[in-house]
């Protein structure tokens, strides 16, 4: 197994699984929609990779979806006859 495999996956369950541990769950769910975004970020600072427009769409469209995630309410909707 290569370090970058282990990095990869066997380090981020660990944080994962401790993060539960200290970190209300819709926190959590919120922090991981941003792993693509990080997936990104890491293989432009680290193996050089390209990030063109499709890529900024992309983050954009996740940034935006976590925005709604991080701020609806939980009202429960009046049931009309």
Known sequence: MTPLAVLGTGVVYWIYARAQELVD?????????TIPLFAVGFAYL????????????????????????????????????
């Open 25 to 33: 769950v819709s926190v959590l769910s919120i922090l991981l929609c």
């Open 46 to 81: 680290f193996l050089n990779e390209t990030v063109d427009a499709q890529l900024i769409a992309g983050g954009v469209v996740i940034l935006m979806g976590i925005l709604v995630i991080a701020t609806e309410t939980n009202q429960p909707k009046a049931i009309s006859s």
